[in-house]
């Protein structure tokens, strides 16, 4: 049996219960959220939500969130998408990597990622300043799909030699699933 997915994304001002409230809407309509995430970036709220059901229940869903994102002062998006297929033999790895804050962090690791044909399945960034200093930091944490075929001392060593030159604290080892 085919499994029907919905992928839903919201964007609004941040309050208590907005969650609770899309979460309704989707139980009522008889679907489930199988995945999800949510965060506060400055005063708003962001999810990405995938939802399952039978193909009616998710017309019924698709069919009211125009007006939810009314009432919820939401900016809300669905895009159907079906199960991700495996690509090849891959293995993930978590890439952890920390420093001063400057511009083109993330550009530069995406694009070392992108050159070896690596896919960056989940990425987290965020800012800081530290206690004593003040300094402000950045911080990445990402999960990267590393084909099986790939040799990865010499990944590990082009990846250390990239955050050498940009002077970034990182490290790169196997997900702990």
Request: glycine share 8%.
């Amino acid at each position: 049996m085919q499994t029907n997915l919905l992928v839903i994304s919201a964007l609004g001002d941040d309050r208590p219960g907005i969650i609770d409230e899309l979460a309704g809407l989707i139980t009522e309509s008889g679907c489930s959220i199988e995945d999800s995430r949510m965060t506060v970036l400055g005063a708003d709220v962001a999810m990405v939500m995938m939802v399952e059901g039978r193909w009616n229940e998710l017309a019924k869903l698709e069919a009211g969130l125009p007006a939810a994102g009314r009432r919820l002062n939401l900016q809300i998006n669905a895009k159907r998408t079906t199960t991700a297929v495996p690509s090849g033999n891959r293995l993930p790895y978590t890439v952890e990597v920390v420093s001063i804050d400057h511009p083109g962090i993330v550009q530069h690791l995406a694009g070392f990622f992108s050159t070896r044909g690596i896919n960056i399945r989940e990425m987290a960034t965020t800012t800081y300043t530290t206690a004593h200093t003040g300094t402000p930091m950045f911080q990445v944490h990402m999960t990267v799909d590393v084909a099986a075929s790939q040799h990865i001392a010499r990944l590990r060593e082009e990846f250390m030699d990239l955050c050498d030159q940009l002077n970034l604290d990182a490290i790169i080892e196997p997900a702990k699933l």
